[in-house]
């Protein structure tokens, strides 16, 4: 079993960065492939970005291309997001997500567990 707690979230101003964490339980954190998903207000929850087991694949969004990357420590247990050049529409709750064995991985059914959720608000 796996438990994620997501943190790092806040308020900033257009063109701002963040870094979301996501910490996790679980002596089987480093066999799975991971990601970040988040869910806008009035919007269906979209993938953003994925990482494989040993952090040497990774895949985003075409919204995000460029601007976040995802990377994790094994040994932290912790996988993170490092957000920059962040716009008003990137405002969401955003969740990590695990448990997946699936390279490349981009439906929230292909993960089984999954963190409380961290708000990210962008502000014009």
């Known amino acids: 079993q796996v438990q994620l707690v997501d943190s790092g979230g806040g308020l900033v101003q257009a063109g701002g960065s963040l870094r979301l964490s996501c910490a996790a339980s679980?002596?089987?954190?480093?066999?799975?492939?991971m990601g970040w998903f988040r869910q806008a207000p009035g919007k269906e929850r979209e993938f953003v970005a994925g990482?494989?087991?040993?952090?040497?694949?990774?895949y985003y969004a075409d919204s995000v291309k460029g601007r976040f990357t995802i990377s994790r420590d094994n040994a932290k247990n912790t996988m993170y997001l490092q957000m920059n050049s962040l716009n008003p529409e990137d405002t969401a709750v955003y969740y990590c997500?695990?448990?997946?064995?699936?390279?490349?991985?981009?439906?929230?059914?292909?993960?089984?567990?999954w963190g409380q959720g961290t708000q990210v608000t962008v502000s014009s």
């Open positions: 997500a695990g448990g997946s064995r699936l390279a490349g991985a981009r439906q929230d059914g292909q993960y089984n567990y």
């Open positions: 990482i494989n087991w040993n952090g040497q694949f990774t």
């Open positions: 679980g002596r089987t954190f480093s066999t799975y492939a």
